[in-house]
């Protein structure tokens, strides 16, 4: 949040609230078409926005924050600019819990391996901070899974049964702006399965990073400074498509 308002941009978030939440205000026919607990955080994203009053905006969204703002975004498309979605959920096909669970657990293995590869010519040096973001990250994660350990499992299930690909041609059909940022050390939703779904028809842009699932949060100045390039450069091109329009 911080890297970005010093982009010049007013950045708001939300923690999702680990009990309640009236699902009675959820579109019918979006109840059942995705999983219970992602359209309910859905549905937090725009109880937001209206209580806050504003008319549209742009999201940057981690992990299975790109499910629950896609879903957000698919119910409310007017509301929506541009979508940044960095190492997101529900993009890489077919998937299950046992797997994600592994994925997770497998996030220090080959950390790194992108480190000395030409292709990618930031230097990201593997640091403290790194470590105690880690560290941070896991702390957090149990306290919110104990608070609520049956929610947390929908959750966990939900990710795994999640598929937003559809829901991004539609949204680029309809003008939202659409772009993918992947890790190439990510094992959580590895960055070549991701590759194999994602489609021109679906995408303003997908760009590939150093680093693992979590790097967003260890190299906040970074990741978001290519967030920000990313969310100005729609915007030019999305200004220039209306100007040969007119």
Known sequence: MQALAEKQRRVISLDHPRFGGDMSIAPEEAVGKYPNEELRKAMNILGVLDQKGIEKVDVVAHSEGAVNAVIAAVLHPEKFRT?????????????????????????????????NNPDFPLEIPISETEKKVGATAAKEAIKYMAKNPVRAFR????????????????????????????????????????????????????????????????????????????????????????????
């Open 83 to 115: 979508l940044v979605l960095v190492a997101p959920a529900g993009m890489i096909g077919e998937d299950t819990f046992t797997r994600l669970l592994k994925g997770f657990a497998g996030q220090s293995k080959g950390r790194g391996e992108s480190m």
């Open 155 to 246: 959750e966990g299930r939900g990710i795994a049964k999640s598929q937003i690909h559809d829901m991004l041609a539609f949204l680029h059909e309809k003008g939202v702006g659409i772009v993918v940022m992947s890790g190439v050390d990510d094992p959580v939703f590895p960055m070549e399965r991701m590759q194999e779904i994602a489609k021109a028809d679906m995408l303003d842009g997908f760009l590939s990073v150093r680093g693992a699932h979590g790097a967003i949060g260890e190299h906040p100045e970074l990741y978001m400074t290519a967030a920000d390039e990313m969310l100005t450069a729609v915007e030019e091109k999305k200004r220039k498509e209306k100007e040969h329009e007119s």
